[in-house]
């Protein structure tokens, strides 16, 4: 199976640009809102189409929630930079009218993608919170699965927007949507390969090995260009 992800897009319709035929899948890695350079309009009617892809084909497209997103996703929590007072109402209408269409975590065999990344630090916090603590977590284990059903529990929600000191936070280490590239780069996740987005890089930068490995792809604010990963069946 051939992916491209795109990530970051922070308004910009670069997406357009990529050739969705040469792949089999794409996954869209979050924050589609909040920008320095676009409007509010811009970016809803950007959006919107995003999401009338993932509408049209529903099998193929992907689209997981970034930390600027969760702002609008779930307003009035998980608060970030950029927020947009005025263009609130309209986002938090628009992706609440589609909430099944995104998702925290995708995840195809061992590669696992998110918006910011996982560490095995996070993890063990998240598994003793949530009463998961005796799992025994293999590379073939369904995370994606896991992270995606905790996403829709009030009661456990919040784990996954854990906001590390790195970021600002004061939780004890940042989550799938927040976490720094300076946690995940020592502590990426033991057997799966990661996909994120979240934090600027000017190449595409993998760090890891083939059995545990963490890739950073938002290159986006130095050039167009979208990652793509090769799964074997």
């Given at each position: 199976?051939?992916?491209?992800?795109?990530?970051?897009?922070?308004?910009?319709?670069?997406?357009?640009e990529?050739?969705?035929?040469?792949?089999?899948?794409v996954?869209?890695?979050?924050?589609?809102?909040?920008?320095h350079?676009?409007?509010?309009?811009?970016?809803y009617?950007?959006?919107?189409?995003?999401?009338?892809?993932?509408?049209?084909?529903?099998?193929?497209?992907?689209?997981?929630?970034?930390?600027?997103?969760?702002?609008?996703?779930?307003?009035?929590?998980?608060?970030?930079?950029?927020?947009?007072?005025?263009?609130?109402?309209?986002?938090?209408?628009?992706?609440?009218?589609y909430?099944?269409?995104?998702?925290?975590?995708?995840?195809?065999?061992?590669?696992?993608?998110?918006?910011?990344?996982?560490?095995?630090?996070?993890?063990?916090r998240?598994?003793?919170?949530?009463?998961?603590?005796?799992?025994?977590?293999?590379?073939?284990?369904?995370?994606?699965?896991?992270?995606?059903?905790?996403?829709?529990?009030?009661?456990?929600?919040?784990?996954?927007?854990?906001?590390?000191?790195?970021?600002?936070g004061?939780?004890?280490?940042g989550g799938?949507?927040?976490?720094?590239?300076?946690?995940?780069?020592?502590?990426?996740?033991?057997?799966?390969?990661?996909?994120?987005?979240?934090?600027?890089?000017?190449?595409?930068?993998?760090?890891?090995?083939?059995?545990?490995?963490?890739?950073?792809?938002d290159?986006?604010?130095?050039?167009?260009?979208?990652?793509?990963?090769?799964?074997?069946?």
């Amino acid at each position: 199976m051939k992916l491209l992800t795109i990530s970051d897009l922070h308004g910009r319709t670069v997406w357009d640009e990529a050739n969705f035929e040469c792949c089999d899948r794409v996954v869209f890695l979050g924050d589609y809102t909040d920008s320095h350079v676009f409007d509010d309009e811009t970016i809803y009617i950007n959006l919107v189409r995003i999401i009338q892809l993932k509408i049209r084909q529903p099998d193929k497209f992907v689209l997981l929630i970034g930390n600027h997103d969760a702002q609008y996703v779930h307003f009035p929590y998980y608060r970030c930079s950029r927020f947009r007072q005025l263009a609130q109402p309209k986002l938090s209408s628009l992706f609440s009218k589609y909430a099944d269409l995104f998702q925290i975590a995708y995840q195809q065999r061992n590669y696992l993608f998110t918006h910011a990344g996982i560490t095995n630090k996070w993890l063990t916090r998240l598994l003793v919170k949530t009463g998961n603590d005796s799992l025994k977590l293999t590379s073939d284990y369904n995370l994606a699965g896991l992270l995606n059903e905790i996403h829709q529990s009030v009661y456990y929600r919040d784990l996954l927007f854990d906001i590390g000191p790195k970021r600002g936070g004061f939780d004890a280490f940042g989550g799938p949507v927040w976490a720094d590239r300076t946690e995940t780069s020592i502590d990426f996740l033991t057997g799966f390969r990661q996909v994120v987005g979240h934090t600027p890089v000017v190449d595409f930068t993998t760090m890891g090995d083939k059995r545990s490995s963490i890739t950073y792809t938002d290159v986006l604010q130095t050039k167009t260009a979208f990652y793509e990963v090769v799964i074997p069946d």
